[in-house]
């Protein structure tokens, strides 16, 4: 139990502390660089909600992985679009590099847990990772975006990270308690229309 | 003879022009823009408030509504979203772009909501 925690509490800091070191490094990163890291920091986070939807039975984390999966394949369209639309192709970079070293460790370790373990480490990491996203996007990325429609799209983007941050502290604080964060509403009386 | 005809015609074609512009145009259910006034109107009936959901936001953010007026939230922005009191009142189900949901506001008070996927989204409806 002691070792579960510390191995779950040891991915996010890890996490956190290599997109830092990621960000440090960076020499004021050129729009291409910057559409290539939007795009890995993206597929990131989809390629751990897909393990989480393949490891988890717990109805908020599959939930909450889910979200991630749409959400972030939403952003992954519209960034793809924006860049064909300003004629920017997704250029390497050392943080790109540092953030996919750091998501196959990941990876890797969230793979090695089972059950209680793997969601709460799987929530953990959200946590950390997306606060680290946040931090990135705000302190480098907008900063650095040369283009103007390319710093609006980054500056739009941010509430929904924000919106991925507070709904994976959620969840954590949920299986930490052991109590569901789902809501019990009633759909009685509404009418829903696709 | 013909002339003053045509002219009579033509002053009489005008002042029906200007008559049919200046009618006032019928009211419309309520829309996102004005719910509120549309609220506080004298119109008798129950009423169609709006909120669409766009960049991550519930538009309007807070308004009032009668008992018995009715709610549609529309779903505009790129992902999904929900909406659901604080207090478990009312929650839509997950709509996805393009979505719509509505719901009947059969209980009067103030009812704070979320969308439960982004947390940081909130909004307000007070039900008189």
């Known amino acids: 139990m002691m070792r579960n925690r510390f191995k779950s509490t040891a991915i996010a800091v890890a996490t956190a502390l290599i997109f830092s070191a990621a960000q440090l490094h960076a020499q004021a990163p050129s729009d291409p660089q910057i559409v290539g890291i939007v795009v890995t920091a993206n597929q990131i986070d989809i390629d751990a909600a897909k393990l989480a939807l393949k490891k988890s039975k717990n109805k908020e984390v599959r939930e909450l992985a889910q979200q991630m999966v749409d959400d972030h394949n939403s952003v992954l369209k519209s960034v793809g679009e924006l860049g064909k639309k300003l004629n920017v192709t997704p250029a390497a970079s050392d943080t790109q590099k540092s953030l996919k070293d750091q998501a196959t460790a990941t990876s890797k370790k969230l793979s090695a847990l089972k059950g209680a373990a793997f969601d709460k480490a799987y929530a953990e990491n959200e946590v950390a990772y997306h606060q680290q996203v946040i931090d990135a996007v705000s302190k480098v990325l907008i900063p650095n975006a040369k283009n103007a429609e390319l710093k609006s799209a980054l500056t739009g983007a941010a509430p929904l990270f924000q919106g991925h941050l507070e709904h994976a502290k959620q969840v954590q604080s949920g299986l930490e308690s052991g109590k569901s964060t789902t809501a019990k509403a009633s759909h009685k009386g509404m009418s829903h229309k696709h | ?128």
Not at chain 2, 52 to 75: A, L, Q, R, V, Y
């Open chain 2, 1 to 128: 003879m013909r002339s003053l005809f045509s002219l009579t015609t033509l002053l009489s074609l005008m002042l029906l022009v200007a008559c049919s512009s200046s009618s006032p145009q019928p009211a419309k259910t309520d829309q996102p823009a004005a719910p509120s006034s549309a609220a506080s109107s004298p119109v008798s009936g129950p009423t169609t408030h709006v909120v669409t959901i766009k960049d991550m936001k519930f538009s309007p953010e807070s308004f009032t509504i009668h008992e018995g007026d009715t709610i549609e939230w529309k779903n505009a922005d790129d992902v999904a979203h929900n909406a659901v009191a604080n207090d478990k009142t009312f929650a839509t189900q997950k709509l996805k772009p393009g979505d719509s949901e509505k719901w009947v506001a059969n209980k009067k008070g103030s009812f704070p909501y979320v969308c439960t996927f982004h947390p940081n989204m909130k909004a307000t409806v007070d039900v008189q």
